[in-house]
């Protein structure tokens, strides 16, 4: 059966979109998400963050799997070094939930990024967050220049 765009449709929205300041993602919260109480298990909003920074790489030209690959000479892998975390609210099952990225800092093989999870307007949770890309040995690698437009936008 055809599907007439349909898939690609959907597929569009999936990562979200990049903005004036970074990178915005939808996501609905699901029974899996929370804890006995009926809310955001603490530990889940760590996940939706990663979404975000992933969804955030790719929309950008990085792959994940492509790194992995070997495919820029070697293969090298992100990995999160440091994150603060700063819980405000709880989120509760069947809230939409935006998930705002913005590159704050690249220097070397680090690159740190603010997230803010908000359902609506309300701030739920913060977080600061200092990755690295590193080689097959473990060591760090500096960031490629060609990615640093593609991660610091223009400010208005």
Do not use: C
């Amino acid at each position: 059966m055809a599907d007439h765009g349909e898939q690609d449709a959907l597929a569009a929205g999936l990562s979200g979109a990049l903005t004036s300041f970074g990178h915005r993602l939808m996501a609905r919260v699901y029974y899996a998400d929370t804890d006995f109480s009926g809310v955001v298990y603490h530990a889940r909003y760590l996940e939706f963050f990663e979404r975000g920074r992933s969804d955030f790489l790719r929309l950008a030209g990085v792959h994940h799997t492509e790194l992995a690959d070997g495919k820029h000479g070697e293969k090298i892998v992100w990995v999160v070094r440091r994150m603060e975390i700063d819980f405000r609210a709880s989120a509760k099952i069947d809230d939409i939930l935006t998930i705002e990225t913005r590159t704050k800092d690249i220097s070397g093989a680090r690159i740190t990024m603010a997230q803010q999870l908000k359902r609506g307007d309300e701030m739920l949770v913060e977080a600061k967050v200092e990755a690295a890309i590193i080689g097959e040995n473990g060591r760090p690698r500096r960031f490629p220049k060609d990615w640093i437009e593609a991660f610091m936008p223009e400010v208005v």
